[in-house]
């Protein structure tokens, strides 16, 4: 990419808080698992932003707080915050971010995926395009794009 | 209580199913799906109404998922839309094979083919893109499409287009939030109205049997229903343009589903509509018309003050919808995506749905 839309991105560290602790459960296959918003965010802090060798978790475009999971009601919703209001690669980001959770959660789970509230200057078309599942289906019919998904999603773990 | 029994459960397709459309006068139905393929399910035994079997798969004829696909009046031809920006236009092989072939490809779109529709008469194709805009074409003889015209209208993508059920007259639905009507002077096509009210994409939409009607969905989770006023319609809806009839929302259904909802099929035998979506839920509705407002129910604040406005807003006829019936989790935690009622008059209480799950159900209604 010749030039960055956002050059100079602040970088975060990883939150101790975030990191999982293990329950005496954990490597019992047989207990059952609810999903709830660690998981989930586990699933794509890693994520790596499409213009920086950098994770979402880095850039504080995803953080754990701004995740909600209903495991009962099957719901699943990720706000996210693009590093810059006009950032053209948001789109790109919500779709790694719906690819990786369609390929890893149950489903079961309806995801919505959204920036937060005033954080984009075309939330409202971004909101709209994110969440069309026939958009999205095409999108991920174009190789190029399906590509370019799949690289940001190599460092998902 | 009225309710929705399921007869039967086809499998076969490989991923996701789009779209589900009975063919005119036989128990077949043609379904397609993300696995880039049509299948056609046939009733084997007119005594059993569970017994179902898939007669033929069309393949090959498009290089992406398929993503409407809808039979000819006649029954002889289908025609498929599909995300490669084509449409094909397939027929039996009735001498050698006996197998559907593709005999024709329609080109034009610039990206996805959405929806793709016959008119009455069989004359006409419709389809519609994410290229925003609308074609229609003349079916001449020996498989051979001219394009009539190219409508580019609506402002974003066009999810689906129906023909009217006796005239030559369409209506499309839109990422836009609209739906517009479209007419023809003389094979000069334009755009006679276009019904604003959802708060977003508009689905799906389809006629009652007289086409005087039309009923929409949306991502806004909302059914609405429209009513088309005449030149001199004793209402004294006046019209937009001189002698061309006006379309007017006349009831609302809010919270109709939880999510967005994908499909509508309004029963031409029975008067019925079958709304479907990410809820993973089939409802149906019975529909009544009076010419005096009907009182409000006496249900929360907020549903009476809707209710209040829907009629101070339009001066009847007045549509009401009461549920008969819903089936949650209709095809287990997975999206339906069409749901349409048998044309048949011997079946008209069949209804099929596909889903998600990439399984197609056949469901009957018990009133």
Not at chain 2, 153 to 174: C, G, I, R
């Amino acid at each position: 990419m010749s030039t960055l839309i956002n050059a100079n991105p602040t970088i975060y560290e990883s939150k101790a808080s975030n990191v999982r602790v293990l329950r005496s459960d954990d490597d019992d296959d047989d207990a059952f698992d609810a999903i709830d918003s660690q998981e989930v965010f586990d699933l794509i802090r890693s994520i790596s932003d499409p213009e920086h060798p950098l994770s979402l978790e880095q850039l504080n475009v995803t953080q754990l707080e701004h995740i909600q999971v209903d495991d009962d009601g099957n719901r699943v919703l990720v706000e996210f915050t693009p590093t810059i209001p006009h950032c053209s690669m948001a789109t790109l980001i919500g779709l790694c971010i719906r690819v990786r959770l369609l390929r890893c959660l149950p489903s079961r789970f309806k995801v919505d995926i959204s920036v937060r509230k005033g954080t984009h200057q075309s939330e409202h078309a971004v909101n709209k395009q994110l969440n069309d599942k026939e958009r999205v289906a095409a999108a991920l019919e174009n190789s190029h794009l399906l590509e370019v998904v799949n690289q940001c999603l190599a460092t998902a773990n | 209580m009225p309710s929705l029994e399921k007869l039967a459960e086809l499998q076969g397709h490989e991923d996701r199913v789009w779209c589900v459309s009975w063919h005119p006068t036989k128990p077949i139905l043609a379904t397609c799906s993300g696995d880039k393929t049509v299948r056609i399910w046939q009733n084997t035994n007119p005594q059993d109404d569970t017994q179902w079997q898939c007669i033929g798969v069309l393949e090959g004829g498009h290089k992406r998922t398929i993503r409407s696909v809808a039979w000819s009046p006649d029954g002889r031809q289908l025609a498929t839309g599909s995300f490669d920006a084509t449409t094909g236009i397939w027929e039996r092989d009735e001498e050698e094979t006996g197998e559907f072939e593709c005999v024709a490809t329609l080109e034009g779109h610039e990206n996805e083919t959405k929806s793709v529709a016959w008119s009455r008469s069989g004359a006409l194709l419709a389809t519609c893109s994410r290229d925003k805009s609308v074609w229609i074409w003349e079916v001449e003889d020996d498989s051979d499409f001219e394009c009539l015209s190219v409508l580019q209208e609506h402002t974003q993508d066009v999810k689906m287009v129906v023909w009217h059920p006796s005239e030559e007259l369409l209506a499309s639905a839109s990422y836009d939030d609209t739906i517009k009507i479209w007419r023809d002077d003389d094979d000069d096509w334009y755009c006679s109205d276009t019904l604003q009210g959802h708060a977003s994409t508009v689905w799906a939409i389809d006629f009652d049997a007289r086409g005087e009607n039309l009923a929409s969905v949306s991502a806004d989770q909302t059914l609405k229903l429209w009513h088309c006023y005449q030149p001199g319609n004793p209402q004294l809806v006046p019209m937009v343009r001189r002698g061309e009839p006006v379309w007017k929302c006349i009831a609302t259904v809010p919270n109709c589903h939880d999510r967005c909802i994908y499909s509508v099929s309004w029963s031409k035998r029975h008067g019925h509509i079958a709304t479907a979506g990410a809820d993973n839920t089939i409802r149906i509705f019975s529909v009544t018309e009076s010419a005096t407002a009907p009182a409000p129910a006496p249900e929360s604040a907020t549903t009476q003050q809707q209710q209040d406005q829907e009629t101070i807003a339009h001066p009847g006829p007045y549509l009401t919808t009461s549920s008969q019936t819903m089936v949650t989790l209709a095809h287990g935690t997975s999206d339906i995506n069409s749901v349409s009622w048998s044309p048949l008059a011997q079946h008209g209480d069949w209804l099929a749905s596909g889903g998600d799950d990439g399984t197609v159900r056949i469901w009957r209604y018990k009133p």
